[in-house]
């Protein structure tokens, strides 16, 4: 009984009204989906947690990836949340993880962070490597890599590096933050 | 008290004198709460051959840039090729031996406290001319 006055309710409007009403939500709804998703994959959003303001954004600040002689930057989303569609909402519902231990306080003072840095620090190396440094390689790719161009030091790692089949996170760690005390020998046991 | 009046009083008049004279200081003749004007930022190469000492135990130069190189508590980045574990790999020179004792001699498996901050000592080089001439010469007996 119930169903078929459902029925009758919806069938008050035309298939045209009916496909034109879902369009217009659906684009509401997925437009502001992205719109959200964009909105928490910005620079401002990620410093807007004091953890990340007081200790990482400020290492990074000293780096080539904030401040440089052309003005192109790397901001935290282009190096630590993937591109792709697919790969990005994997990675921001792993984030959930980051908002749970946020409202837990793990990392809310300086001395935490400190005490917390090497394993977090592993986290994303690990997670860096799984995929071949695939941030990286949004902008630095082997395949255009002028080794005429580069400083002696980079062309032997880099032809080196390439042989061996090694990844950008293999050598490249503390790109753009702070190295932990004794990450050397944790990077060695985990594999990295 | 008195003394000391006639001292600043000299110290004072002296430096006016100078002034007066036309002594000028290494930043010209500015006042001193005035820019010494513009000031070239001088670059360091990239990379390049080593760098001959121009003494006998002068620290080596470093032939490279090291911008944004970390050097604190947690890590010392010139380690991960100057180290005797990564030298042979990386094709770095090593760090000296001395650089393990202490300042009584004694022998440490660490690099030393007092040598662990390499540009306190080693430093990069730029083309900058010197402000002053100099004529020093190192003994030729034991240079080269």
């Not at chain 1, 062309?155 to 090694?166: C, F, I, P, R």
């Amino acid at each position: 009984m119930n169903s078929s006055k459902k029925t009758g309710r919806l069938a008050k409007y035309s298939a045209g009204t009916l496909l034109l009403g879902g369009i217009v939500l659906g684009i509401i709804l997925w437009g502001g989906f992205n719109w959200a998703l964009a909105l928490t994959n910005t620079e401002k959003f990620c410093i807007s947690c004091h953890e990340m303001k007081d200790n990482v954004y400020q290492e990074y600040k000293n780096t080539i990836h904030y401040n440089n002689r052309t003005g192109v930057r790397a901001t935290c989303p282009d190096c630590h949340v993937p591109k792709d569609w697919t790969h990005k909402i994997v990675r921001k519902i792993q984030a959930s993880n980051e908002l749970y231990h946020k409202l837990l306080g793990t990392i809310d003072t300086r001395e935490k962070f400190k005490e917390h840095r090497l394993e977090l620090a592993l986290h994303e190396w690990k997670r860096m490597k799984s995929v071949n440094s695939r941030e990286c390689r949004n902008c630095h790719d082997y395949e255009y890599m002028d080794f005429v161009a580069e400083g002696r030091r980079a062309v032997k790692a880099h032809s080196e590096g390439l042989d061996q089949g090694k990844t950008c996170i293999d050598c490249h760690k503390g790109i753009a933050h702070q190295l932990p005390k004794g990450w050397e020998k944790a990077a060695k046991d985990a594999g990295l | 008290m008195k003394l000391k009046l006639i001292s600043v009083m000299i110290v004072l008049i002296s430096g006016l004198a100078g002034n007066a004279s036309g002594i000028e200081s290494l930043r010209g003749m500015k006042p001193l709460d005035g820019s010494s004007g513009k000031v070239e930022v001088k670059k360091v190469p990239k990379d390049g051959d080593l760098i001959q000492r121009n003494y006998v135990q002068q620290p080596p130069l470093i032939p490279h840039k090291i911008d944004g190189y970390q050097i604190n508590l947690d890590f010392n980045k010139c380690m991960s090729c100057h180290s005797w574990s990564r030298y042979k790999e990386t094709g770095a020179t090593k760090i000296s031996q001395t650089h393990f004792k202490d300042r009584d001699g004694v022998d440490l498996a660490t690099v030393s406290a007092r040598r662990y901050f390499c540009t306190q000592c080693h430093v990069p080089q730029a083309n900058a001319k010197p402000l002053v001439e100099n004529t020093f010469k190192p003994v030729e007996a034991i240079s080269q």
